[in-house]
């Protein structure tokens, strides 16, 4: 019985900690592809982002304006990639060019900083540190994550 007991146990522990780290941010590999642009992702290390989902399977992008055009279009519901099964969202901040979840960055709308791909949300962690960025490189906008919208998007 303690036998049966040490083994469900154990189980659990392990499946829970492979859902953990399904939702931590990883790197993307050579041959990863952002789906919006198609351009390979990797060698855009200064601006990748990612959306986990809970099944494990996880999507890049080669900057943050891309993961919000897919974002934004997925449904809210359903059991295949849609909101509601999304385990985490990640973007590589400015200025430390560490990865951090999504929410917790602020996005400087309109800046003079270009993106793999042009024109770009540069994510940057606090007030002060997007109103630096803003000034000094002639931002017009600080958003946060659910302040972006596909207007915005599209004004880029």
Known sequence: MKRLIFLLTATTLLLSSVFLLAAEPVKPGPKDRCPVCGMFVAPYAAWIAQIAFNDGSRVFFDGPKDMFKFYLKLPQDGKNHSRKTIAGIYVTEY???????????????GSDVLG?????????????????????????????FDQVTDKILAGL
């Open 95 to 109: 200025y430390s060019t560490k990865t951090a979840a999504a929410d917790t960055l602020l996005y400087v709308v």
């Open 116 to 144: 793999p791909m042009g024109k770009e949300l540069v994510p940057v962690a606090g007030k002060e540190a997007a109103r630096i960025f803003a000034r000094d490189h002639g931002g017009r906008t600080i958003l946060t």
